[in-house]
């Protein structure tokens, strides 16, 4: 019995794109040309490249990509190179819904804060990327901005992963994503890109 | 202003980006349903709407609103508003019960809101929406759909013919309801019953014109 979110794809990915799809409809006046968007969510998409593996390793691969079960199951994915090395973080006050905003405790005085715009933290595995942060901590406490919003309160005191960022994601749909497929080496197979979303 | 608009609506309008949710009460007959588009969780406090303070609407655990048909109403009457629900791994027990006897629902309440976020969340600071009644009526038509794409409970609400209430059997003698000044049918009831008071004019002079009775 698969217990989700299972761990990520086995193979390193040669190409990763990985960006934010905010869903959002846009009512403009057809008199002023003035507009109203209405932001509804965001969700992360990534979209994985990978290089021709040999036989033994696409098996591997083709057992991780079928104990998805297409949508219904899902993965953690730490995006390529996404860690600073900050640890023993935590939120020094509710993470609320809907907000931009956070405020993350743990370092000493206005200690340097190694934050950086750009980066990714993840929180409960949602995950995030910075995009204002302080150069040191403030009273021990940085308050950063982040991408996407938080989606549910997050109490005070849950741990921020700056050095591994994670967040769940599941496959797009079941089609030829991540399919295995003979090259014209028999010795070598190349498998299709994986696309996938953040499982919300 | 158009009805209906309080200033924080016009506000956050004017702010050219807005983050909106619908809001659902369903009264089945095994207990309320409270469900919102919003992302989490949800009380409601503040509002005074005895509907919404104190409810804790879900996004998720009473089903997933997945559909919201035209709100559509005119001076001629309105048009029945769906609602689509996709039902969970394990349906509710008021979609188990709809499913089985109409009276879990049929002519039962149901309310929706529009809910607009005036304040966004700060570092320190929740999120604060404002909600406004856009539908109050009654469940009336259950659908569930399985096409073997979707698994959906359909609800129709009736709007404003299924809220019509019984006669009201008012008479001329609330009119002080309506106009506290108006005594004009203050005596009526002991007229029509022929009281000694106040007492009738007295008769002075009763002449026989051969044109009728005259009293001066």
Sequence with gaps: MTSYPISGPPITAVNEVIALHRTQGLMRSPFTGTSVIVDTFAEWTIQLAFPPVTVATSKIFNAWRDSLRGGLGTFLYHPHAASLPISGKTLSGVAYAYSNDITIGGWSGSQPSLLGVGEFLSIANNLHRIIACPPSATSGICTISIEPSIRVDIASGTAVNFTAPTGVFRLVDSGNNGAAGYATSPDYVTLDPVSAVTAL | MRPGLSGDWTTALASQGITTAIMAVFQFASGDVAIWTGAH??????????????????????????????????????????????????????????????????????????????????????????????????????????????????????????????????????QPKFDATDTSQAFAVSIANNPTAPAPAPVIANYNSGYGNYAF
Excluded at chain 2, 124 to 129: D, M, Q, S, V, Y
Aim: net charge negative.
């Design chain 2, 41 to 174: 969780p949800i009380q409601v406090t503040g509002s005074g709407d005895q509907l919404l303070d104190g409810v804790t609407f879900d996004p998720i655990v009473n089903g997933l609103m997945i559909g919201i048909g035209d709100n559509t109403f005119s001076f001629t009457g309105s048009e029945a508003l769906t609602l689509t629900l996709a039902i969970p791994q394990t349906p509710t027990p008021a979609m188990l019960n709809s499913s089985i006897s109409a009276t879990e629902y049929q002519s039962r309440l149901a309310v929706l809101w529009r809910c607009l976020m005036v304040t966004p969340a700060g570092a320190t600071t929740p999120a604060i929406w404002t909600f406004s009644r856009v539908r109050a009526g009654s469940m009336d038509e259950l659908t569930i759909k399985n096409d073997g794409v979707q698994h959906t409970f359909e609800m129709t609400i009736e709007a404003h013919a299924a809220m019509v209430t019984a006669a009201t059997n008012s008479s001329y003698l609330d």
